[in-house]
């Protein structure tokens, strides 16, 4: 009988060690700037208004897949800001700007990881290439949404972010809850690869709370932080193994879950991955039957997610020529083209302002009524139960 030999015994699993820049050295080599840090702010709270129902406008987290090329990453912002500018009263769109890629297996791990597209590592050159490309972004007026990964890059690249996602494969991690909980931009917890919800209410719950965790500072020095909690935990909605969850019953039981929970009771669906199987073309139908939902007030959803791109669908990286690319298309999943992405905003717009008017028409139609109501019945001096005091329920911390 033959057996396989044991491996052979390492002292140590590092077979390569290099110095890389502290956060705070390659904050200093590409800074944010005034301009720029006052619209991750500013944008920053616009979405926890959107989010808390505060901001009638619906957003929109729309951008590539995963950026693999800086320049077609700052081309595609400068197209979609010129289409975003015309929606401003209506929506609210983030750029999606992933220089990280979770993976269940193997595969391009991003920007980061790997800028060379060819497995070398090269995370010195990452690190800078991403910071680069997120403030290139910002400076082009487009805010920027990214999912955090390896919770040590947060510490290089968190203050270039205006919305941050935990994604389905890390949702139940606790260093990415508590990663969430030290992080200043809202963060979307996403259901699980197989469809379940509850670890991304658990895992919203747990990062919206007060904890001690240990990170890094800007100097690359851990710490024991005491984090005040993310400021507006919510979920995303992507569907999964079990078939899409973007159906109203669900989100609206979703809703109440969020509420119970005290967490803002307005999910936002990804109309891509679980929701679309991953298929640019049902991605655009997912878009329009989620457009025409979105105009009922009864649908509870606070925003949507698009994967589009420059240039529709995907393509795959030779190892050999691995820049010999077609230029604004995706090197991991397939996305919806920029010329078929604007339509799919103007239909979103529209439902999103649909909606604002069926809540205006029926908010003076429930003031017709109290008038009414008063007119009929003899107010009592100390009823605490009048109009003013109808429908008040309990507000979410990240409201407050």
């Known amino acids: 009988m033959t057996t396989t030999p044991a491996p052979a015994a390492r002292p140590t699993a590092i077979v390569r060690d290099g110095m890389l820049p502290t956060p705070a050295q390659l904050a200093s080599g590409i ?7 006052t619209l991750v702010a500013d944008t920053r709270r616009q979405i926890i208004d959107i989010l808390t129902g505060v ?10 897949c995963s950026l693999h090329d800086p320049n077609a990453a700052i081309d595609y912002a400068q197209r979609l800001q ?9 929506l609210l769109v983030v750029m999606r700007a992933y220089v990280e890629k979770p993976r269940t297996s193997l595969g391009w791990r991003g920007m980061v990881a790997d800028p060379g597209l060819i497995g070398t590592g090269e995370l010195r050159n990452g690190l800078v290439l991403a910071r680069a ?7 082009e007026g487009m805010p920027t949404a990214t999912e955090f990964v390896d919770p040590t890059v947060a510490a290089y690249l968190h203050d270039t ?8 494969r890390t949702v139940e991690s606790p260093t990415h809850r508590q990663l969430a909980a030290t992080l200043s931009m809202p963060i979307g917890f996403k259901n699980r690869l197989d469809g379940a919800i509850p670890p991304a209410i658990n895992a919203a719950v747990t990062a919206g709370t007060e904890d001690h965790v240990l990170a890094l500072d800007s100097t690359g020095t851990p710490r024991n932080r005491l984090a005040a909690g993310n400021p507006c935990p919510h979920l995303v909605l992507r569907g999964g193994e079990s078939g899409p969850n973007y159906a109203p019953s669900i ?9 119970e929970h005290g967490l803002p009771a307005l999910p936002v669906v990804d109309a891509a991955h679980g929701n679309s199987h991953k298929d640019p073309g049902q991605q655009q139908v997912v878009l329009a039957e989620l457009a025409g939902l979105i105009e009922d007030p009864a649908y509870p959803v606070a925003g949507v997610m698009i994967e589009s791109n420059i240039v529709g669908g995907r393509q795959d990286v030779d190892p050999g020529l691995p820049h010999a690319l077609v230029y604004g298309q995706s090197i991991t999943d397939a996305c919806i083209g920029l010329d078929d992405t604007r339509p799919l905003l103007t239909r979103l717009a529209q439902a999103s302002l649909r909606r604002h008017l069926q809540i205006k ?5 429930n003031q017709t009524d109290r008038r009414s109501t008063r007119a009929a019945v003899p107010s009592r001096r100390g009823d605490s139960t009048g109009p003013d ?12």
């Open 31 to 37: 800074p944010l700037g005034i301009r720029t840090s």
């Open 55 to 64: 901001d009638r406008r619906l957003l929109v987290v729309c951008g590539p």
């Open 82 to 90: 010129l289409i975003a500018e015309v929606f401003t009263d209506d």
């Open 133 to 139: 490309t997120l403030l290139g972004i910002l400076r």
């Open 161 to 168: 972010v205006c919305w941050g996602a935990i994604g389905a």
């Open 251 to 259: 989100v609206t039981g979703v809703a109440e879950q969020m509420r």
């Open 361 to 365: 028409a029926r908010a003076r139609r």
């Open 389 to 400: 005091s109808v429908g008040i329920t309990a507000v979410p911390s990240c409201a407050r």
